[in-house]
């Protein structure tokens, strides 16, 4: 059995007789993208909801890789997965107003906050950077992340979504 992503609209060269403005990649477990090495995050979290283990892959990620997760999440919309990387979504509500389409995502700072027994919180700078209507532009973002000792994985504090619709 094998799970698949084909996310995103159509893009690049390689346009059909048909008028087809390009073209749409199929993406499997640990496939890279065409300008990065790494595979895209957005991509594995789509592989891993398809192949039925998202809840699974989500709570084995580190805070910097769920950060990134979680706000190319948000970029497209995808609310209800969303919500699986927050700490305690508002019960009923959209977590997300509308975001614009994110281009890249780069984490230029990150420290420990907080360290004890039960509870451990990291905060990472981040700039987010967009599509805008007439050209790029970028935001910076402040995420903190908390780790959950009960659930055994790390979630978002819901707070950078209000900062990348300000």
């Given at each position: ?112 906050v907080e360290e004890g027994a039960d509870c451990c919180i990291a905060e990472y700078k981040v ?40």
């Open positions: 059995r094998l799970a698949a992503s084909i996310n995103g609209m159509p893009h690049g060269a390689g346009a059909l007789q048909n008028g087809f403005p390009g073209h749409h990649c199929l993406h499997f477990w640990q496939s890279t993208t065409h300008t990065k090495n790494k595979p895209d995050a957005a991509h594995q979290v789509m592989v891993h909801k398809a192949a039925g283990m998202l809840h699974e892959y989500l709570a084995q990620l580190e805070p910097a890789e769920l950060q990134v997760a979680m706000l190319e999440m948000a970029g497209q919309g995808e609310t209800a997965i969303l919500r699986l990387g927050i700490r305690n979504p508002s019960a009923g509500t959209d977590p997300v107003p509308p975001v614009k389409q994110i281009k890249n995502i780069k984490i230029w700072d990150q420290r420990l700039s987010v950077y967009f599509h805008g209507d007439a050209k790029e532009y970028r935001k910076k973002v402040t995420v903190t992340s908390r780790y959950d000792s009960q659930l055994e994985r790390w979630l978002l504090e819901p707070d950078f979504i209000s900062q990348l619709v300000r």
